[in-house]
């Protein structure tokens, strides 16, 4: 199993732009998410899918847009970059029930300029 | 709202000193409480979850509801231990985990 993947590993955008950071996962699990990783502030959540066609929001949603249309794939959408968007994207999958676990991806790392 | 803390953002620590990373938590259910590595520019990996009582590469953390702690604690610390370590927080279901900001830890040769 690949487990959790995530393209591309870097990224540099111009302020304004758009565009789709991907994450695919194939351990079958229902429960999905996106992090942001900033020196001093730790992960937060942007937003999450407990399964095909369900997302909610998590702590810092703004600027962010996902959707879930297969069990495996999570994207998740930049719709106009910022600077203060700069960050380290991780995508986690996570296993269920008395096995808990978040599954990490090597994540993506994004300037915008 | 649920919350977790840890105090330091770096600790320095010595090889073969004995290491505690401090993790506080502000939840008012039953919690589960998880510590995560990573390592330089790798992802995170899981470390240990209180509900398995185990030791992972001589790191222990034991919950105590009391003072609403999960301190990772290593009783000899080694140059292979220098990484990035988060505590989190399940609340419940299969909800995303809640992260602390992290403490970085380096252990100096």
């Known amino acids: 199993n690949a487990g959790v993947t995530q393209t591309p590993k870097f990224q540099v955008l111009k302020t304004g732009q758009s565009m789709t950071l991907q994450c695919a996962q194939d351990?079958?699990?229902?429960?999905m998410s996106w992090y942001r990783q900033d020196p001093g502030m730790g992960l937060r959540l942007i937003h999450y899918?407990?399964?095909?066609?369900?997302?909610d929001q998590g702590e810092v949603p703004n600027g962010y847009n996902v959707s879930r249309s297969t069990t495996e794939d999570f994207p998740l959408r930049l719709l106009s970059a910022a600077p203060s968007q700069t960050s380290v994207y991780f995508c986690?999958?996570?296993?269920?029930?008395?096995?808990?676990?978040?599954?990490f991806g090597p994540g993506t790392r994004l300037t915008v300029t | 709202a649920q919350r977790v803390t840890q105090p330091e953002k770096l600790l320095s620590v010595f090889k073969g000193a004995p290491v505690e990373l401090k993790c506080n938590y502000s939840y008012s259910g039953s919690p589960e409480l998880f510590w995560y590595v990573q390592y330089s520019r790798q992802r995170l990996q899981l470390l240990l979850r209180?509900?398995s009582r185990e030791s992972i590469k001589g790191f222990t953390a034991d919950l105590n509801k009391g003072e609403t702690s999960f301190h990772l604690k290593k009783p000899f610390a080694q140059e292979e231990d220098s990484a990035m370590y988060y505590c989190?927080?399940?609340?419940?279901?299969?909800?995303?985990?809640?992260f602390g900001k992290g403490t970085r830890l380096s252990v100096i040769a």
């Open positions: 209180h509900i």
């Open positions: 351990m079958n699990h229902e429960y």
């Open positions: 986690a999958s996570t296993s269920s029930g008395v096995s808990y676990e978040q599954y």
């Open positions: 989190a927080l399940k609340v419940w279901g299969n909800t995303p985990l809640v």
């Open positions: 899918s407990v399964g095909a066609g369900i997302t």
